[in-house]
Structures are given as C-alpha cells and as structure tokens.
T-cell receptor, first 111, second 110 residues
Framework: NAGVTQTPKFQVLKTGQSMTLQCAQD?????MYWYRQDPGMGLRLIYY???????DKGEVPNGYNVSRLNKREFSLRLESAAPSQTSVYFCASSARDRWAFFGQGTRLTVV | GQSLEQPSEVTAVEGAIVQINCTYQ??????LSWYQQHDGGAPTFLSY????GLEETGRFSSFLSRSDSYGYLLLQELQMKDSASYFCAVLDNYGQNFVFGPGTRLSVLP
C-alpha cells in the first residue's frame, strides 16, 4: 500500500522557470491538499480539493496553480518560480472528518 | 477563522512522561488530530479525537475537552527516537481542510 506518493523528491529551479509537482494517492480519499513548510515553521495550506473536479485556495495560493486530474491525482504548478517559493512541499489526502496522510515531501530550491 | 496554540519546545529525559498541550479557537469543530514529524521527514498521523476523553494507542495517548477547546498528546516511556516535532490540527469551519498548530519540538535527553 503506497499511500500518498509525491514526485520529485528534490528539485532546483532557476528564477522564472516553471515546474509541476505530482501527487497521487491510492486510498480512495475524496480530499487532497498541498502544503508548504518553511524552516522551523508549521504547515501552511496552498490549495485543497474537497472532491474530484473542485479546487479551492488556501492560506498562501499566490504563485501557484493546481489541477485535480482525477480522484487519485492532484498536481501543483509553479508558473514562474521565485526564491520566496523555496520550501518543502507536502501533498496530503484524507477521508472527510478524519485525519490526513502525507506524502514524503518535495524539497524545492529556487535560485 | 481557526487558530491553534502549542508550546514551542518541550524537553524531557528518556523513560519519562511528557504532555504536549494544544488549545484551539474554531467556529465549528470536527475533531483534533496529532502528527509527528522527524527532522527532514514528513508528518505522520499519531492520534485522533472527535469526542471528549482519552484515546490510547500504545505509548501515545491523546485527550480532548471540547468544552475547554483543549487537547493534549501524552507520550509515555519516552525514547530517544521520540525526539521530533509534534503538531495538532483541526478541520476548518467547513470541514474541508486541516489547520495546523505551529508545532512543539520535543527533545528527549539520555
């Protein structure tokens, strides 16, 4: 049982480059999330998807876009990366009113 | 909106018991969950409370008092490997996404 799988695990981008972070879950969960975590900080919600076909902004959505491709997959896109987007990104999924399962994270550095 | 408070750091010795508190302010309440995160790792689920009282899972227990908007995570028989950050989280007003506390860094000393 893989749970939540994120790719890539590490990425270095130059300012202005674009990239897509991929996330897939095999637990048949309706809800999926993207968080970012900066050093010594908690988790801040970027976007979430409560069900297939719906997405909503979280606390820090600027500079990001998302796609809920199907029930399993939820991708996060950086159109024009900035140094302020250097962070660790976590994808998560959950059954409603329960707890969250996290992917292993993507460490992104923008230079 | 939602807000959660946790102590920033807690230190204890191996074999001891430690309690990490979490207070929350929400307009609605759907449950309190707890997560462990080791340095360089991902958060992993530890425990969940939807109703008042104590939930026990091995060495870890979690308590909730909805009337006090308060919960805690209790770690018993501490081991060095328990050194990590611990986060509490609640679902938002619509029950659609998780809001996390700032985290408590636990250091277990030999």
């Amino acid at each position: 049982n893989a749970g939540v799988t994120q790719t890539p695990k590490f990425q270095v981008l130059k300012t202005g480059q674009s990239m897509t972070l991929q996330c897939a879950q095999d637990m048949n969960h309706n809800s999926m999330y993207w968080y970012r975590q900066d050093p010594g900080m908690g988790l801040r919600l970027i976007y979430y998807s409560a069900s297939e076909g719906t997405t909503d902004k979280g606390e820090v959505p600027n500079g990001y876009n998302v796609s809920r491709l199907n029930k399993r997959e939820f991708s996060l896109r950086l159109e024009s990366a900035a140094p302020s987007q250097t962070s660790v990104y976590f994808c998560a999924s959950s059954a409603r009113d329960r707890w969250a399962f996290f992917g292993q994270g993507t460490r992104l550095t923008v230079v | 909106g939602q807000s959660l408070e946790q102590p920033s750091e807690v230190t204890a010795v191996e074999g001891a018991i430690v309690q990490i508190n979490c207070t929350y302010q929400t307009s609605g309440f759907y449950g309190l969950s707890w997560y462990q995160q080791h340095d360089g790792g991902a958060p992993t689920f530890l425990s969940y409370n939807a109703l008042d009282g104590l939930e026990e899972t091995g060495r870890f227990s979690s308590f909730l008092s909805r009337s006090d908007s308060y919960g805690y995570l209790l770690l018993q028989e501490l081991q060095m490997k328990d050194s990590a950050s611990y986060f509490c989280a609640v679902l938002d007003n619509y029950g659609q996404n998780f809001v996390f506390g700032p985290g408590t860094r636990l250091s277990v000393l030999p």
